[in-house]
């Protein structure tokens, strides 16, 4: 999400990166942003872009900037998710084809994030990253399961080493957001998923890219075949 603005909007597609991040629960609420100079950095814009576009979300009531030795900028609302729940159905009618086209487009392209993050050597820190991930995922409180599952599934993406990748697993994730977060939770199908994301989390630390992406496969899959069955 952090990966280098492009383009000659580099204000509105810097709001932009902050608020997908908000919104995939990568910085999530109550969590403070990276420090101004690594963002910078990272985005490659100007302090003065990112102090505008940051000023921009806290004026939105997004952020919200403390000083002192704790200080720093927080996130203190995650956007539309926040409020009332909304109707899946009704989503799902809004997105009309572009619903069936998110859900094809992450089938072909999730397991091959998976298969190219076991595919690769990685780091402690990114070994460390995706166990963490993969705990918190299984946690069934409501108001922080879709976040940390979206963060599990961010996590796989950015081990695959590839920016583009990450980027179009961001996207997708963004577009399915509301929707996932609005269909009845199922029990069984929570015991289904924790099940396979341990199989796609153990198979890319064993460096096993055939298992990992026939399970993240199965994972698509289920998720697909879960929103057309409730979704008609």
Sequence with gaps: MWRPVRGGNAFEITVARLAQAIRLGLVAVGERLPPERELAEQLRVSRVTLREAIAALREAGYLESRRGRAGGTFVVHSGPNS??????????????????DALDFRRVLEPGAAALAAGRPLS???RSRLVACLTASRDRDPTTRRVNDSRLHLAIAAASGSESVAAAVADVQLRLDQLLAAIPVIRRNLDH??????????????????????????????TAELLRGLLG
């Design 193 to 222: 998923s924790d099940a396979q994301h341990t199989m796609i989390v153990d198979a890319i630390l064993a460096g096993d890219p055939e298992v990992a992406r026939v399970g993240m496969e199965e994972h698509c899959d289920g």
């Design 83 to 100: 409020g009332p729940a909304l109707d899946a159905g009704t989503l799902a009618r809004e997105m009309g084809d572009q619903l069936h």
């Design 124 to 126: 402690a820190a990114q």
